[in-house]
């Protein structure tokens, strides 16, 4: 969650009617604690701007185009990855037990009372800032520092392939790994080059936990080689690494609030 001195909670609004979008956002001007990011108009618009934006909450309407929004929440499902919390917003109530199997947070009819509506933000407000309270925060580590509480077999040591070669590098060096169509690119403080593990997660359980830090779904990255925080879009930041091209990475929503846990912001 994006985390300001009062909690921001960020919405994604999917509908396929514009006049239903234009709804929702005059109602959501009455209550500032909830930012809309952005809208959509589809299940498969739904799905790409909810891995891209990961928000907290999606008012999500259930018939539309291409796919609906029960096919996008179980579509989200298989991919394994940390969901918001869904909202369906519909002018039908057919839906109302397929949508609460899927635990969704509110199912709410159209046109929707303001009333009801304060009614299903404040609940995911609560849920907000239970998830929060429920996520441990590890202080930041510092190189060289004990290694007593770390995951068994962490290595020290990690192979860069570049070009013909496989360089062995210290651990302690490498800046940030990322992934993009399963190619796993590692950059160190004098390298850059291909990982030989298959996915993030490989590369991240065979590092110090206390040093490397899963900011988004495609980024870790080295604690102790970020050189700057800087604020970005809808109160989200980047961090600039201590590399050679000064890289700048996305931190994804939900780790926002350990971000600044982190570093005081």
Do not use: C
């Not at 991919?79 to 918001?84: A, Q, T």
């Not at 509506?117 to 004990?146: D, N």
């Amino acid at each position: 969650m994006s985390v300001r001195a009062t909690s921001v909670i960020s919405v994604l609004v999917v509908d396929d009617e514009q006049l239903a979008r234009d709804e929702i956002a005059f109602l959501f001007k009455d209550f500032p604690e909830f930012e809309i990011l952005s809208f959509g108009s589809n299940g498969l618009e739904a799905i790409e701007l909810i891995e891209k934006l990961e928000p907290d909450v999606v008012f999500l309407d259930v018939q539309m185009p291409g796919l609906d929004g029960i096919g996008v929440v179980k579509r989200l499902q298989e991919k394994d990855i940390p969901l918001p919390y869904f909202v369906f917003a519909t002018a039908f109530d057919t839906y109302a037990v397929e949508a609460f199997r899927l635990e969704a947070a509110d199912y709410l009819l159209k046109p929707i009372d303001k009333g009801r509506l304060g009614q299903t933000l404040e609940r995911i407000r609560r849920l907000s800032e239970e998830r929060g309270r429920a996520t441990p925060v590890k202080a930041p580590a510092v190189v060289g520092g004990t290694a007593a509480a770390a995951a068994p077999e962490v290595r020290s040591k990690i192979v860069v392939k570049a070009g013909n070669r496989h360089l062995i590098v210290d651990a302690s060096d490498l800046v940030y790994a990322t992934i993009e169509d399963g190619l796993i690119t590692v950059v160190t403080t004098t390298v850059e080059g291909e990982s030989n593990y298959r996915t993030i997660e490989e590369l991240q359980s065979a590092l110090d936990p206390g040093m490397f830090w899963r900011v988004h779904r495609s980024y870790l990255v080295n604690i102790n080689r970020i050189r700057e925080v800087i604020p970005w879009f809808k109160s989200s930041f980047q961090l600039k690494m201590d590399d050679k091209k000064g890289t700048e990475i996305p931190v994804s929503r939900v780790q926002t609030r350990r971000l600044r846990e982190l570093f005081r912001l």
